[in-house]
C-alpha cells in the first residue's frame, strides 16, 4: 500500500502504521521489522510533501514509541532523512529535525554509528536549508558531549566547504561544528587537514577560522550526565523513550509481529487492519 501510485492509498498505508501506534498506546517493542523502514525510506521521497512529513513523524514516533533506535534501521534512513532538509517548506525541515532527535534520545549511540557516517554525503549537496539544518542538529546534539566527542574527522572536507558557503547561517552553523571538530581531533589535526586539503584562497578563508580555536580545545574531560538528568531536561515530546530505559514497563508493549499486522501493506507479513 505503501507503494501504491496512488497517492491516497499511500495516505492509507501511513495512516495504518499510525492507528497501530496509537492503539498500543505509543508502546512497542523495538524488534521492529527493516521492512517497515525499507517502506517509510521510500515516501521520503513522495512527490506530495504532506506524505513526506507523515513518514518523517512516523520514523521518529518508532524510536519514541519503542525506546530504541536499531542502528541497522537508522542506516537505512539516516541519509534520505537528512536530504529531507533541502525542502522549501519549513515542516519537512522540522520533520526532519524531530526524527533524528528522537532517534538520538531513544539511542544515543546511533548517532555515531547511523547518522554521523552519513553526514558528509548530505553536506555535498549545496542546498543551504539542508546545509543549515543539518549543521544546526549537528551542533545541537554533540554539543553536551563536548569532552567525550566521537572521531568526527571524516567530516572535514564538506565542513571546510560549508565554512565557504555564501549563506551566512550555514558559515555560523558550520563554525559551531567547527569547534566541536578541534575538540574531537585535536587543534594540530584539524590545522594540518586544512594544510593538506585547501589551497590558495580556500585556504586562506578557513585557517583564520581554526586558528581562533587555537586555545579553545578542551583539555580535561566534563562529568557524563546521569539518566535522570538527560531525562528531566529532555523534551517532553521525546521525554517517554527515556523514561522506558530506565524505568520497567508498566503496560502491554505492542510486538513487531502486531505492528505488521495492524499496518496494512507494509512489509511482506501485511494483513488487513485490526478491527476497532
Known amino acids: 500500500m ?21 492503539s498500543a498506546n505509543h508502546r512497542i517493542q523495538p524488534n521492529i521489522p527493516s521492512d517497515i523502514y525499507t517502506a517509510l525510506k521510500l515516501r521520503l521521497q513522495d512527490a506530495n510533501k504532506n506524505l513526506i512529513a507523515v513518514a518523517l ?39 526532519a529535525v524531530a526524527a533524528m532527535t528522537a532517534w538520538a534520545i531513544a539511542t544515543p549511540a546511533c548517532v555515531d554509528q547511523a547518522v554521523l557516517p552519513a553526514v558528509h554525503l548530505a553536506l555535498a549537496e549545496t542546498s543551504p536549508e539542508l546545509r543549515a539544518t543539518l549543521l544546526q542538529w549537528i551542533a545541537d546534539t554533540l ?8 572521531d568526527l574527522s571524516h567530516l572535514s572536507e564538506s565542513l571546510f566547504a560549508c565554512l565557504q558557503d555564501r549563506n551566512a547561517d550555514v558559515r555560523k552553523q558550520a563554525k559551531r561544528v567547527l569547534a566541536l571538530m578541534v575538540d574531537s581531533c585535536g587543534f594540530e589535526a ?31 574531560s566534563e562529568p557524563k550526565r546521569p539518566a535522570s538528568t538527560a531525562a528531566a531536561t529532555a523534551p517532553a515530546s521525546s521525554r517517554r523513550g527515556i523514561e522506558r530505559a ?13 505492528l505488521i499486522g495492524r499496518a496494512s501493506g507494509v512489509g511482506h507479513a501485511a494483513t488487513a487492519p485490526a478491527s476497532p
Do not use: Y
Not at 513523524?57 to 537528512?82: C, E, F, K, N, Y
Not at 590545522?191 to 583539555?219: F, W, Y
Open 57 to 95: 513523524g512516523l520514523l521518529g514516533a518508532l524510536s519514541t514509541d519503542s525506546g530504541a533506535a536499531q542502528t541497522p534501521s537508522i542506516r537505512i534512513v539516516a541519509l534520505p532523512t537528512m536530504q529531507c532538509m533541502a525542502d522549501k517548506k519549513p515542516q519537512v525541515r522540522s520533520a
Open 190 to 220: 584539524v590545522h594540518d587537514m586544512c594544510n593538506m586539503q585547501l589551497k590558495n584562497v580556500a585556504k586562506g578563508t578557513v585557517m583564520p577560522m581554526i586558528e581562533e580555536l587555537r586555545h579553545s580545545a578542551i583539555g580535561g
Open 143 to 150: 554539543s553536551p558531549r563536548k569532552g567525550h566527542l566521537p
Open 2 to 22: 505503501l507503494s501504491d501510485a496512488d497517492w491516497k492509498k499511500r495516505k492509507e498505508g501511513l495512516t495504518a502504521i499510525q492507528s497501530a501506534l496509537d
Open 246 to 258: 530506565v524505568s520497567p514497563a508498566a503496560e502491554p508493549v505492542m510486538t513487531a509481529s502486531e
